[in-house]
Nanobody
């Protein structure tokens, strides 16, 4: 059974940085595309970033480009979301997810991700 666990959530001030970590316990971790999604209060869950299997290709929501960086460490079965210059509108529960497809057209589609973490709170506030 594949388990996904996010860590690293916190309360930070505007302009601050935070790094989220995601452990995916699977022997086939290297074959997964990993995605990060978020859900703000009163809003639907949305795509934030993704990295395709093999480390090739990263994708971002427009509003986080240049501020967020997604990466993966296949040896540790981890994905990371480095978030810089955080703003109050980044406040949300952040989810890590994994999908086996790896098809480019499915990268931003949360319905295509088979495995999900429980989510972790990120609050940006002064």
């Amino acid at each position: 059974q594949v388990q996904v666990v996010e860590t690293g959530g916190d309360v930070v001030q505007p302009g601050g940085s935070l790094r989220l970590s995601c452990l995916v316990s699977s022997e086939t971790f290297n074959t997964y595309t990993l995605g990060w999604f978020r859900q703000a209060p009163g809003k639907e869950r949305e795509f934030v970033a993704a990295i395709r299997r093999g480390g090739g290709g990263t994708y971002y929501k427009d509003s986080v480009k240049g501020r967020f960086t997604v990466s993966r460490d296949n040896a540790r079965k981890m994905s990371y979301l480095q978030m810089n210059n955080l703003q109050p509108e980044d406040t949300a529960v952040y989810y890590c997810a994994a999908q086996a497809h790896g098809i480019l057209s499915t990268i931003r589609d949360q319905s295509q991700y088979q495995y999900w973490g429980h989510g972790i709170q990120v609050t940006v506030s002064s």
